[in-house]
């Protein structure tokens, strides 16, 4: 394919939000559905992507390279293998589908979606980019718009969750910088295929620092505790359709980090930092889990549940099997599709209760049938209910983990039993019992509010009753992790 279809569906957003910052005047509508048309033009051209992919070649495919600063061997490389091309699908997704949530967004309706489409186009960049600098690039462009997004548009505390957001992933962005820099000096390369041939025992800085430095750069992303205070808080006081793309995409690039430099680049250092990684993981898990337990706005609630499920990912990644992280790269998909529809559905909710506090609410079922029967789906995929999509992320990181981590597996596992609680809970005390009589004339969904959440819903259910060909399409990118750890 001569045609340059990556690069096209990286910047299609951008070039988006320039029709509409350059737009003189234009009206709300007219604003929305351009958003609309092109976001859905990039999810149209993944999809293309996805139909002319070979999923039996661990090599990226569609590779665009040109020189960019020669000086100093730089260049534009962007390329997708089985690991990135989900990831790529799922932004595409998520980003044409935000732009409905955000559809009654009347506060400077022209620049919320240039922004928007901005953040999108960063997010593509990170998980194409095969250019260490040029991902660096991409990972810094989507800092402005969420600062934006959050601090204008958002509710409660949104300056103060906005600058904390940007104060944690710049400080994250500093320790990568200071690797990304070290390995360069080390090969004189940025490019991630030739660093992962390259011998990298043989260091400016030693290897193991260089490793922990863009590790602690991608846990603050993901997050790892005790560098996940600023999810909550941005999740509480941001937009819907944001706190959809940050859940859903975002805490992803963490994740994807990890198993594309800190596993693909130095396999001999996570092998020796595996049992400290699982460490990590289940702290994430079960506190994470605990915490939520304790929230009583819906939204937060949520946030921390990211927290727990995020967990499950640097598990599978500890094992460092197969199985595993296949299981870890399943999660990252599975919980973007499923952490946004749980946030679709608290934003709806919030839309006609005017509320998110647990003990403001109760029977909504009865006045909201649509938005409790999804809620109640988003929830039981969040649990892990056989036949959702969550619950073969899980069993493929536990299948995976256990042969090696039995104890750690175990814990695991338990974060399960702790996830149904909440989940269970909350949806009891929002959507059954009692109605609360101030919410005796509250409306249920209708239009274009269903879209999002019945697309979501149904991909959820489809990759929970059959996950094959997107296994299949991460099986590649593993194989290549797999034959680097030896």
């Known amino acids: 394919m001569t045609f340059p279809i990556l690069s096209t569906i990286v910047f299609l957003p951008a070039l988006g939000a320039a029709v509409i910052a350059l737009w003189p005047?234009?009206?709300?509508?007219?604003?929305?559905?351009?958003?609309?048309?092109?976001?859905?033009?990039?999810?149209?051209?993944?999809?293309?992507?996805?139909?002319?992919?070979?999923?039996?070649?661990?090599?990226?495919?569609?590779?665009?390279?040109?020189?960019?600063?020669?000086?100093?061997?730089?260049?534009?490389?962007?390329?997708?293998?089985?690991?990135?091309?989900?990831?790529?699908?799922?932004?595409?997704?998520?980003?044409?589908?935000?732009?409905?949530?955000?559809?009654?967004?009347?506060?400077?309706?022209?620049?919320?979606?240039?922004?928007?489409?901005?953040?999108?186009?960063?997010?593509?960049?990170?998980?194409?980019?095969?250019?260490?600098?040029?991902f660096f690039l991409f990972w810094e462009v989507e800092l402005i718009p969420m600062f934006l997004l959050i601090s204008i548009w958002g509710t409660g505390r949104r300056e103060y969750s906005a600058m904390k957001f940007l104060i944690y992933t710049i400080a994250g962005s500093a320790f990568m910088l200071v690797g990304?820099?070290?390995?360069?000096?080390?090969?004189?390369?940025?490019?991630?295929?030739?660093?992962?041939?390259?011998?990298?025992?043989?260091?400016?800085?030693?290897?193991?620092?260089?490793?922990?430095?863009?590790?602690?750069?991608?846990?603050?992303?993901?997050?790892?505790?005790?560098?996940?205070?600023?999810?909550?808080?941005?999740?509480?006081?941001?937009?819907?359709?944001?706190?959809?793309?940050?859940?859903?995409?975002?805490?992803?690039?963490?994740?994807?980090?990890?198993?594309?430099?800190?596993?693909?680049?130095?396999?001999?250092?996570?092998?020796?930092?595996?049992?400290w990684l699982a460490a990590l993981a289940i702290v994430n898990v079960l506190y994470g889990a605990l915490i939520t337990l304790a929230q009583r706005d819906l939204k937060r609630l949520i946030a921390y549940s990211s927290v727990s499920h995020m967990g499950y990912v640097l598990l599978g990644v500890a094992a460092l099997t197969p199985v595993s992280l296949n299981g870890a790269a399943l999660q990252m998909f599975t919980h973007g599709t499923i952490t946004g529809l749980l946030f679709m559905m608290v934003g709806l909710t919030y839309d006609k209760a005017h509320t998110r506090q647990l003990d403001e609410l109760g029977g909504l079922a009865r006045r909201m049938p649509v938005i409790a029967v999804v809620f109640v789906i988003a929830g039981l995929a969040s649990l892990g209910l056989p036949g959702m999509s969550g619950f073969v992320a899980e069993i493929l990181v536990f299948l995976g983990t256990f042969p090696v981590m039995p104890l750690a597996t175990i814990l695991g596992a338990f974060g399960i039993v702790l996830t149904a609680g909440y989940i269970l809970w909350m949806l009891q005390r929002a959507f059954f019992g009692p109605l609360n009589p101030r919410h005796e004339h509250v409306e249920d969904a209708h239009g274009l509010e269903l879209l999002p959440i019945f697309v979501t819903a149904a991909v959820i259910i489809a990759v929970g009753l059959y996950p094959s060909p997107i296994t299949t399409i991460f099986a590649g990118g593993i194989r290549t992790l797999v034959l680097a750890l030896g």
Do not use: C
């Open 180 to 275: 990304i820099l070290a390995l360069y000096f080390s090969a004189n390369t940025f490019d991630f295929l030739e660093l992962a041939k390259a011998d990298l025992r043989q260091t400016v800085l030693p290897a193991n620092l260089i490793f922990a430095f863009l590790f602690i750069a991608y846990a603050i992303k993901l997050p790892i505790v005790p560098f996940h205070t600023w999810l909550p808080d941005a999740h509480t006081d941001a937009p819907t359709a944001v706190s959809v793309i940050l859940a859903g995409v975002l805490l992803k690039m963490g994740g994807y980090a990890i198993l594309r430099i800190n596993v693909g680049l130095f396999p001999d250092i996570v092998r020796d930092v595996a049992p």
């Open 25 to 134: 005047r234009p009206a709300a509508g007219a604003v929305r559905w351009t958003a609309a048309a092109f976001t859905g033009a990039a999810l149209a051209l993944t999809a293309l992507l996805l139909a002319n992919f070979d999923p039996k070649v661990s090599a990226p495919q569609f590779a665009e390279r040109a020189t960019w600063i020669p000086s100093f061997n730089v260049h534009y490389f962007l390329g997708v293998d089985g690991l990135s091309l989900p990831m790529v699908l799922l932004t595409t997704l998520l980003g044409f589908l935000s732009v409905f949530v955000s559809w009654r967004i009347e506060l400077r309706v022209k620049e919320y979606f240039v922004w928007l489409l901005l953040l999108e186009t960063g997010v593509l960049g990170v998980f194409t980019a095969l250019d260490f600098l040029l």
